[in-house]
Each structure stands twice: as C-alpha cells, then as structure tokens.
C-alpha cells in the first residue's frame, strides 16, 4: 500500500504567516496600494496573490510618496532604513519575524566585533548587517572564518543556516585562537523543519519538497533530504510533479520551506493522491477534511489546545491548526514574581488557553490563560463553599468596607467585621497579607466572593480550646500570657483560653492589685488549680511554683541572724516587717530603739527597709519576732539616755492588742496578724 506522508514541521512559520497576515489585514482596511519592501516572502504565488489584493512590491523609499504605507518584511530591515522613513513621512507596518528582531537588538547593543554566519546576499542578513554600530563581518564557511583578522568576535547566525555551517565556523575560530561569543540565533522552527525533513528522507523511497525557486530555506531542507534519500524532487507547484516517479514509489515524504502557504501544500499532496492508489493513507477526503479544519477559526470564550511555536519575552506563539496562530501575551499569563515566560513555556510544549478575539489587532488570535484559569478558579471557590473547606488569599488593597483578596485569579470582597476575631478600625495593616479565609457567599454570575477571616479564626480557636480542654488537667503547670486585669485577680491565655489567676493565689505575701508584681503581656507560668469545662472557667495559681515560706523557713533563716525587709504595717504596738512575700515579723516598740520610744511612727514608716535581728521563730504559731535594736550601736558612755517614764506593755497585751485591733485598720496577712496576736517578746 502507497503511503503520502507528510513533515510533522513544514509549511509557513510564525516569522511568514505573521508578515503575510498584516500585508493582507492592511490591504483589506486601505483604500489605496500599499507596499512592500521586496517580495514579503520567496513565494511567487504568495506575492501574486498579495499583489492582486493592492501590496505593491518596491525596492527604495524613493518609489513612495509621503504619508504611504509600507510593510517591512519578515526578514527586515536596517537602521537606516527606519530612519530614512521617518524623515520622508511614510507610515511602516513592521513585519519583521521576532527572531530577527532580537537579532538586530544583539548586535545593536554589543561594542564587539559582529560576525554574522550567513549568505552576504540573503535580504535578512543586510537587514542585520545594517544595525551593527560598525561593519560586520559576513562568513559563511570554514575557509571564510579562517581569513578572520579581528579578534573578540560577537557572532550571530542567519535564522536559516544549517547547523553544520554554524560549527564549521566556531572550529574555524578554535583552530585561529580567536576569542569568540556565539549567539546561536538558528530559528527553532528552521531546525525543526530541517530534523523532520532528514528524519523523514531515511524512512522514505521518494522525498518531494515543495517551495519557492528563491526561497533559501527551501533549497537548504532539498539539500538535507538529498543526504538521505537520492529520490529527491524540489516542487515549487502541481505542474513540477514528477507523476511517473510517484507510481514507483510506495513511500513518500512531503517536506515544505517556511514561506511556502498552506494552500500550495494541499494543491500538491491532492494531486499526488490522483495518481497514486484510491487506498492511500491520506485520501481526498482526509485532506478535505485538513483543509476545512484549518480555515475554521475559533470563537471568542471557546477553549482552544495548541503547541508553542515560538517565546518571546512578552508573548507566546501557539499554533492552532488553522490560518491564523494565537497570540498569548505574558499580561495574559500567571507568573510568579521573577519568572519569565520562557520559565513556564517550551517549544512544542501542547497547552490549553480561552480564546479572548479572534483578532488580536495584528492578525493573530488573542489568548489567556488566565480566562481559562479563572473558570477553574471559580469552580474551586464554589466546591469550597459547599464542603466548607479552608482557602489561602492574598489581601491587596482596601476598599470601602473591607479589602479585596485574590484567590489565584479570582478577586473576592473580605468585610471589614470578617477580617479578625476582634475589632479592626484600620484595614490597612492587612494589605499584602496572606490568610486562610472560608467563603461565606458566592455569586459567579455576578463574578462576586464574599470570604470570612473571622469565620476561620472562629473555627480554629474552637479546635484549640476542645484539644486544650482535652489535654488539660488539675496540677498542670503550663506558660500563659497575662492578657487583662481585675481588683481580684488577672486574666492568663493559655493557649486559647483565657484561665483566672486569682490575686490571693499570686503571691504569698500581701497585694492590693495584681499590676504590683505582672504586667500585661508578660509570660508566667502558671499551675491549674480547677476546671470546670461546662462553665468553661479555669482557676490558675502563681505563687504555687514557689514553696509556702514556713514549709521552708529552716533552710533560710535562723535565730540570731540579721535579715533586711521592708516595713508593711505599723501599730502603736510595733511594726510587722516583711522577710519575703507571705513571711513577716513583728518588732516590738521597744525593740525599735536604745531609747523609749512613745510614737513608733517618729522612727518608722511603712516601705521602709530596715535591717533586723531575729530574736525567735515559732513554727507551731507560725511567729517571728525581730529586733532593729539589736543591730544598732548602744549609746556611748557618757551619753545621756532617753528617760523612761513609762513601762513597756507586756508581750501578751500587746497580742491581746493586735487581735481587737479592727480589720480596716489591721491590714495584716492572717499570719502577720496571728504572729502579732501570739508575739511574746519582752521589753
């Protein structure tokens, strides 16, 4: 059985059919000739074609009037050539292929010496020879780089070199001990069409390439299938078909230049498929079918699948399979900050994109990704609303009310009552923050969101505090957070619920606010002393961490020894002086002094630190008894003392005193007023 097979890459490149496509867009809006600059490509029936819709081929700019437009072709055209243009007054319509504007870019920019591998005569490479700050150097084999004097070269390739040639030319610098920087600037779709065309002349009995006579891409792909197959045939149109070799072939290869349409290609594959068998893998109605699926465009908001032709910085060439390619601007893609489309897309890579026009203003197809993405995106949003699922947005700006937060692509509205679990006056702080929201309400044909922070918050906290009341048990001591205060107590956070540290239970010693020993923010650690999960109350414990100071008075006092504390209370009978919290003692007022002294106030006063003799400690009554005298020089021989008019009372009266003394005037800790009550100290 005969088989016609076709290229995987031939036919036109973005570079033509971009070219061809605004010639053609412009004839059809100009009531007037416009021109080209040369032919737009080496096709004569393209050219005949252009020329019968009013493109007018010229050869100068003297040739057009003012305000006339020309079209610079796919191969482009020099510096001057722009300039020389402008200065006249025409209008240009730049055509050039991207790959060849990079080019000009290259050696527009470097201070090195250009070297340019490629035919002198090629139009493409007098356009890059034209943007060069100084003449470059054209080579186009071994020997003619072997001539090179210049060191330090810059090198670029014509886009439709062969490999080949590129390297006979790097070897030849090696050889010469030149330094040298190559730009590989070979198109991608040149080598692709040139590796299937070679590929397919190993596998096939006959080879027929099918382009312009001109065309240098074409006569470069008739070069390679010769290597590979003898029975090779270049065809610019039906009438060069080689019909008595076609009977004698059961295998055969199609390959097609760049600037070689569509149309040509199916004309010569049809005619082909006359002369061979009715059975041939590629029928009439094959090819019928091919050809009305390649003039079909698509609809705007359709979802189209493509593979990358080509990647520029700003944009992405997707070939369709029809006359127009899509045009897919990096605006329309979502890139992370830092990436580049070259980052995310390949050549050949096959994507899915939303068709946003049929014509993107010169003559491509425009495309989104993001268009398609946001139909996903929106279907995400909406199965989380259903299942009550958790989304990560990211807030960007404020509006009235609240915030707007993105989810990948999709925009949502974020109330200001629903951007935390407390009040929030200013939703400036939260801009450029990421948060995990729920949706609360979606209206998709509206393209509204509405999503809840607060709504997380809430969940997450209820987790916590279930998982904490879980895990917590009576004795526990566990880190918390003083968050507020009462007159009885503070308020600790333990982790997400709020427990009560009672003021009697944070410190063993006397307080009349909590803020005399915490301060709101600070980390204790706190025991837990009750729970009562119905009520949801938690009763925690400070002074706990420390031992009660009588379990442990041994250890740091003993009689006889000279403490230093502060004075607490004062009575007519004696001042109670503080050792440490929850531990006081008790001068008597005739152990103030060497004197008598009448009004212990005229020697004392509460916050005062004095230092102390103990004179006895009663562990079963829980009494200290101390002596500032005793640590004070007595009088020096001679002096005369303070006279004694009046005897002391006796220790027992003095308790019998402190214990009808009233509360309000007491304000002693119950062992402070115990020990005054017991106090048995002579004066």
Not at 164 to 176: G, I, M, N, Y
Not at 574 to 599: M, T, Y
Request: with cysteine; hydrophobic share 35%; aromatic share 4%.
């Amino acid at each position: 059985m005969k088989k016609i097979i076709r290229a995987e890459n031939a036919g036109f490149c973005f570079g033509v059919r971009q070219a061809i496509e605004k010639a053609e867009e412009a004839a059809e809006n100009s009531s007037e000739n416009i021109f080209s600059m040369g032919p737009l490509i080496h096709n004569e029936r393209v050219t005949r074609d252009l020329e019968e819709k009013g493109v007018k081929i010229i050869n100068s700019l003297d040739e057009v009037d003012p305000g006339k437009t020309v079209i610079i072709r796919s191969h482009g055209e020099g510096k001057a050539f722009y300039d020389e243009a402008e200065r006249k007054g025409i209008r240009l319509i730049d055509a050039t292929c991207p790959v060849v504007a990079k080019i000009h870019k290259l050696v527009h920019d470097t201070d090195r010496q250009v070297v340019i591998v490629g035919d002198k005569d090629h139009p493409e490479v007098t356009g890059i020879f034209g943007w060069c700050r100084k003449p470059a150097i054209v080579v186009n084999s071994y020997d003619e780089a072997a001539d090179v004097e210049e060191d330090d070269l810059f090198i670029v390739t014509q886009t439709t070199i062969r490999e080949d040639v590129l390297r006979d030319v790097e070897r030849a610098f090696s050889d010469k001990g030149k330094r040298f920087y190559v730009n590989n600037t070979i198109c991608s779709a040149t080598t692709k069409r040139q590796d299937s065309c070679a590929q397919l002349a190993k596998e096939c009995d006959m080879m027929v390439v099918i382009g312009g006579r001109k065309s240098s891409n074409t006569k470069k792909l008739c070069e390679i299938s010769k290597k590979f197959c003898n029975n090779t045939y270049f065809v610019e149109n039906i009438e060069d078909l080689p019909l008595k070799q076609l009977q004698k072939c059961n295998r055969i290869g199609i390959a097609a230049g760049a600037s070689t349409p569509e149309c040509t290609i199916k004309e010569v594959i049809a005619r082909m498929s006359d002369v061979t068998l009715e059975n041939n893998e590629l029928n009439m109605n094959d090819l019928m079918d091919e050809i009305e699926k390649s003039l079909r465009l698509p609809r705007g908001g359709e979802i189209v699948t493509g593979k990358v032709h080509q990647v520029t910085d700003k944009e992405v060439i997707v070939n369709l399979g029809c006359k127009k390619d899509g045009i897919l601007p990096a605006s329309e893609v979502s890139l992370e900050e830092g990436q580049t489309l070259s980052d995310v897309f390949k050549v050949d890579d096959e994507i899915q994109a939303k068709v946003i026009k049929t014509d993107d203003g010169d003559g491509g197809i425009l495309l989104s990704k993001k268009k398609l993405e946001i139909s996903a995106n929106w279907d995400e949003i909406v199965k989380a609303l259903e299942d009550k699922t958790v989304l990560e947005v990211k807030v960007t700006r404020t509006v009235n009310g609240g915030v707007i937060a993105e989810y990948k692509e999709v925009s949502g509205f974020i109330p200001l009552s629903q951007l935390s679990d407390h009040y929030v006056e200013n939703a400036d702080e939260f801009v450029g923050q990421t948060m995990e929201v729920r949706v609360s309400r979606v209206d998709q044909r509206r393209n509204r969101a509405v999503f809840s922070h607060k709504l997380f918050l809430n969940e997450e906290k209820e987790k916590l505090v279930a998982e904490i009341w879980e895990n917590l048990n009576v004795g526990d001591v566990v880190e918390g957070t003083v968050m507020r205060f009462t007159d009885y107590g503070a308020f600790v956070d333990i982790g997400g619920i709020d427990g009560l540290l009672h003021i009697s239970e944070i410190s063993w010693g006397r307080l009349k606010h909590p803020q005399e020993v915490l301060s709101i923010g600070q980390k204790i650690n706190v025991k837990v002393l009750s729970m009562n999960q119905e009520k949801g109350k938690i009763s925690l414990g400070l002074k706990q961490n420390t031992p009660e100071p009588w379990s442990v008075i041994d250890e740091n006092y003993q009689v006889g020894q000279v403490i230093e504390g502060k004075v607490v209370q004062i009575k007519e009978y004696g001042a109670f002086v503080e050792l440490e919290p929850g531990l006081d003692g008790l001068v008597h007022i005739s152990e103030v002094a060497h004197k008598r002294v009448g009004n212990i106030n005229d020697e004392l006063e509460v916050g005062q630190i004095v230092k102390a003799k103990i004179l006895e400690i009663d562990k079963d009554r829980k009494r200290i008894s101390l002596s500032i005298r005793e640590t004070i020089d007595p009088p020096v021989a001679g002096e005369e003392a303070a006279p004694e008019t009046e005897e002391a009372a006796p220790a027992d009266d003095v308790a019998d005193a402190a214990e009808a003394a009233p509360a309000e005037t007491a304000e002693v800790t119950d062992s402070a007023a115990d020990e005054a009550e017991g106090e048995k100290t002579e004066a």
